[in-house]
C-alpha cells in the first residue's frame, strides 16, 4: 500500500505559477505508475497529467500542455507538478494518485485505474 499527501496549493493570480508535490509513504513508490488529477467545483474530476514509474512515459491533458510539467524523484518518494502561466479556469482541488505500474512504461489518463488516492490541495487562480 502506498499513503499520498499533496502539498503546494494556494492562491496566485493569473499568469503565475505554482508547484504541486506529493509526497508518498511506502518503500516501493519507484513501482508506482502516478497521476495528477483535479476537480473544480460543480465539474467532474478530469485528467491533469500522468508519468510512468521509470519516468520515460509523460502525458499531459490538452488544457496544460505546454504550461504544466510533471516530474518524480524517485529516491524522495515524491512526484511533482510545476504549474506555470497559470488560468482562472485551472482553479480546482489537485489530487495525486498511484497505481501499480503493469511495466516501466505504463500510465493512466483513467481515474479508476489508480487505486490510491491523496486528500487534495486547493488551487485557486484569481483573474
Known amino acids: 500500500q502506498v499513503q499520498l499527501v499533496e502539498s503546494g496549493g494556494g ?4 499568469g503565475g505559477s505554482l508547484r504541486l508535490s506529493c509526497a508518498a509513504s511506502g518503500r516501493t513508490f519507484s513501482t508506482y505508475a502516478m497521476g495528477w488529477f483535479r476537480q473544480a467545483p460543480g ?9 510512468s ?4 512515459n509523460i502525458h499531459y491533458a490538452d488544457s496544460v500542455k ?4 510533471i516530474s518524480r524523484d524517485n529516491a524522495e518518494n515524491t512526484v511533482y507538478l510545476q504549474m506555470n502561466s497559470l488560468k482562472p479556469e485551472d482553479t480546482a482541488v489537485y489530487y495525486c ?5 503493469r511495466s516501466s512504461y505504463y500510465t493512466s489518463r483513467v481515474d ?4 490510491y488516492w491523496g ?3 486547493q488551487v485557486t487562480v484569481s483573474s
Open 97 to 101: 494518485a498511484a497505481e501499480t505500474g
Open 66 to 69: 505546454g504550461r504544466f510539467t
Open 119 to 121: 486528500q487534495g490541495t
Open 112 to 115: 479508476y485505474e489508480y487505486g
Open 53 to 56: 514509474w521509470s519516468g520515460s
Open 43 to 51: 465539474k467532474e474530476r478530469e485528467f491533469v497529467a500522468a508519468i
Open 11 to 14: 492562491l496566485v493570480q493569473a
